[in-house]
């Protein structure tokens, strides 16, 4: 699992949106999106900082979880429809709460 920490300084104003209205992705140092992989439609807007978010984390933040949380062959969907969370160890879903 990675730790995502937000930057209470980063100007949020400064991100260039993804051109695929249907992607949720912001635009990269490469011109790429970071999301779908697919170059901006267009000409990037002048004075936009273009500068990965793992360049600004320092690296002791970032935390990798080597084992993984859930085994995919047999993890149990949350019973909830409009869920998307699966059920933990203790009989409650990971996302909501409710139990199995």
Not at 20 to 25: F, K, M, Y
Not at 48 to 72: A, C, F, G, M, Y
Request: glycine share 12%; with cysteine; hydrophobic share 25%.
């Amino acid at each position: 699992m990675t730790e995502i920490i937000f930057d209470e300084n980063e100007d949020w104003e400064e991100r260039i949106l993804c051109s695929d209205e249907s992607c949720i992705g912001t635009i990269g140092p490469d011109g790429k999106c970071r999301e779908c992989g697919k170059p901006y439609d267009g000409k990037l807007p002048e004075g936009k900082v273009l500068e990965s978010v793992h360049e600004r984390v320092p690296e002791e933040k970032v935390s990798i979880d080597t084992q993984p949380d859930d085994d995919w062959e047999t993890r149990v969907l949350c019973p909830d429809g409009s869920c998307i969370g699966v059920i933990g160890p203790d009989g409650k879903c990971k996302e909501c709460g409710k139990s199995l």
